[in-house]
């Protein structure tokens, strides 16, 4: 396909993967980051060093400090901040271009407070916008950036703009599918990483792989269960964007939400553990807003609601597992 300019926001781990990937495909890429000290890093070492070491950037793609640089002549802007910063990034972009740019995300999570989907703060901030669209599915950073093969989920209220967003990114190591529940996408990938820091506690505590399988099982029964009821289809929890990413993130170290919970399994404290692990863990931004998110909507959901009781409560892991096992017996249902 013709080379499009886009603008890439946040050089994390995964924002570089991404930005790396449209690069590799021919498109002119910019990637911005806040931290003037980091994009500065990029440009000397030809590299992500502190998250995606040894991988270099490709040609095609130019770290950028300045946003409005960024974002010159940009003809998409693909948004991979934490939702803790998303909304305010956004208004920038805004700032910049006005109401009507082609959007897309690949972000994850909830916003803090609010307790609101990414989407919600999109319609908030750019109003009847229809040039939006979500990317999400089991996909870890650094195997996108060394081009291993990887299938994600682009979600959109608007057929034709999945398709093209699709296009953009796709690539023999790269496939796209598309689907218009915008909704069940994003709550497939905010549940996932509170259910992978159940699973690393599960398994920090030694409770091996049978409780480890339950604990996914039920965990996507959590996500159909809230998911359905506010609107996300069946279907989409179990592809890529539900049972695919929630496999992943629960049993391969790479996910930084596990990773806090096997820290928390195995006694380290809260603080430690995310100091040592570096980046963002949006599971833990998430579990609390989750939680009351079930509450509000009169939802059953045990194993978010003892992840949030563990990370703000102080409840002790083990104990927090042991009420999830000793709970009434029941028919298998959602």
Known sequence: ????????????????????????????????????????????????????PGIGLPERLQPEGDL?????????????????????????????????????????GLEPGSGKFLHQIVDEELAEHHAVAAL????????VARGLPTAVTVASKHTAYAGAVAELFHC???RAYTCTDLVGVELGG???????????ISDGLGYGANARAALITRGLAEIMRLGTHLGGRRETFMGLAGVGDLVLTCTDD?????????????????????????????????AKALDALAVTNGIDMP???????????AKPAATAVENLLTREPKAEAL
């Open 1 to 52: 396909m013709k080379p499009i300019q886009v603008a890439v926001l946040g050089a994390g781990s995964w924002g570089t993967a991404l930005a790396m990937l449209l690069a590799r495909n021919g498109h002119a890429v910019r990637l911005w980051d806040r931290d003037a000290e980091h994009v500065q890093s990029l440009l000397r070492q030809g590299e992500n060093r502190r998250y995606l």
């Open 68 to 108: 409005a640089l960024a974002l010159r002549g940009a003809q998409y802007v693909l948004m991979v901040v934490p939702s803790v910063g998303f909304r305010a990034v956004l208004q920038n972009v805004r700032a910049q271009l006005g109401a009507t740019f082609n959007l897309i995300w690949a972000s994850k």
């Open 190 to 200: 905010s549940i996932k990483n509170v259910l992978a820091i159940a699973a690393g």
């Open 136 to 143: 999400s599915g089991p996909s870890f950073a650094t195997e």
């Open 172 to 174: 023999d190591r790269f």
């Open 303 to 313: 194993i978010t609601g003892q992840v949030k009781r563990v990370l703000f409560d």
């Open 254 to 286: 790479q996910s930084r939400n596990r990773r806090l919970g096997l820290a928390l399994g195995r006694g380290i404290a809260l603080e430690q553990a995310v100091s040592e692990i570096g980046q963002a863990i949006e599971g833990l931004h998430t």
